[in-house]
């Protein structure tokens, strides 16, 4: 067990519609960091949080937000579903933004009908 | 942009054996850090090791140990002693810092012979 949740574990929904992606950092952890994992794209980095505000940004879809909450807790958005959206969602934290080991969350599973 | 290869899509072994799993990566920068994860079917992401690039040693954890060559840019995996357990994708990531999250290769699906 990391110490980073995810909830919810699976989520099935249909196109065009909006989900939010819900996660918790280990405790101290200031930074939180998306990724998506696809049969097409494999891993990618999507987006990081440090301490509430915007850090960076990788290959996210304009259709797609985030924010971190004061509690450091963060949401992943996504909305306008289409398929090709179907994909293992992870989240991971670390104590700060930069070059410490990064933390990974069980997973979302996100099925777009 | 930074790339992170691996070039074994499967790699099987016997149980007890050693095997390295391979990894290369392209960057311009002189300081950043390598980190192979290991995820079983469960889907979940574990830490194995990570490698700061300052360091010449090479980092090693248990059954686990790298081969880390800056200058080729390699990053090798060595599992001995492989058990059951080890079965699972194995991925080679690259962090730079700054304004960037981690690069994933394509991963290594490890199988293990009883």
């Known amino acids: 067990d990391s110490g980073v949740t995810q909830t919810p574990k699976h989520l099935i929904t249909a196109t065009g519609q909006r989900v939010t992606l819900r996660c918790s950092p280990r405790s101290g952890d200031l930074s939180v960091y998306w990724y998506q994992q696809s049969l097409d794209q494999g891993l990618q980095f999507l987006i990081q949080?440090?301490?509430?505000?915007?850090?960076a940004k990788g290959n996210i879809l304009e259709r797609f937000s985030a924010q971190q909450f004061p509690d450091l807790h963060s949401e992943l958005n996504l909305s306008s579903l289409e398929l090709g959206d179907s994909a293992l969602y992870f989240c991971?934290?670390?104590?700060?933004?930069?070059?410490?080991?990064?933390?990974f969350g069980p997973g979302t599973r996100l099925t777009v009908l | 942009a930074q790339t992170v290869t691996q070039s074994q899509p499967e790699m099987s072994v016997q149980e007890a054996e050693t095997v390295t799993l391979s990894c290369t990566y392209d960057t311009s920068e002189s300081d950043y850090y390598l980190f192979w994860y290991k995820q079983p079917p469960s889907r979940q992401m574990i830490l194995v090791i990570r490698q700061e690039a300052y360091k010449q040693q090479n980092a090693t954890e248990n059954r686990f140990s790298v081969n880390f060559q800056k200058a080729a840019k390699s990053f090798s995996l060595k599992i001995s002693d492989s058990q059951l357990g080890d079965a699972a994708m194995y991925f080679c990531a690259y962090y730079g810092g700054g304004a960037d999250g981690l690069t994933f290769g394509k991963g290594t699906h490890l199988i293990i012979q009883p």
């Open positions: 949080y440090y301490n509430g505000e915007e850090r």
């Open positions: 991971a934290s670390n104590r700060q933004g930069a070059y410490l080991t990064q933390y």
